[in-house]
């Protein structure tokens, strides 16, 4: 007699809120090591990263599909985010000079939203 195999599907579960604190940490160790640029990259990416699977949409988007996503999905505090998101883009494209005060203020209110 032949028996019937059942196949199971695991999906894999991903804890997205390790993986942005762990981003966060890496964007800080960039700062420390003066490359606020990278720095702000990375913080950028932990935001889209976080945003992207706490709404459920999993994609990587551009800051402005993140405003607008979270806008849609009416995020308590997008307009800071939409600040940060801001901020970021004018250090990567060297149209601000940040201070250590202002990164690290951004990084921490970031990290206690999410935790």
């Known amino acids: ?9 695991v999906i894999p579960s991903v804890n997205y809120v390790e993986n942005t604190l762990e981003l966060i940490q890496s964007s800080k160790k960039l700062f420390d090591e003066n490359m606020p640029k990278y720095a702000f990259e990375k913080f950028s990416q932990a935001i889209r990263y976080y945003y992207s699977n706490k709404l459920g949409i999993n994609l990587d988007m551009t800051q402005s599909e993140m405003v607008h ?32 005060k202002e990164f690290i203020g951004a990084l921490e209110t970031f990290k206690k939203l999410i935790s």
Not at 1 to 9: F, G
Not at 74 to 100: A, D, M, P, R, Y
């Open 1 to 9: 007699t032949k028996r019937q195999l059942s196949i199971a599907t």
């Open 69 to 100: 996503n979270l806008k849609k999905s009416n995020v308590e505090n997008h307009s800071q985010i939409q600040k940060w998101l801001q901020l970021c883009g004018q250090v990567e494209f060297v149209k601000h000079q940040s201070t250590q």
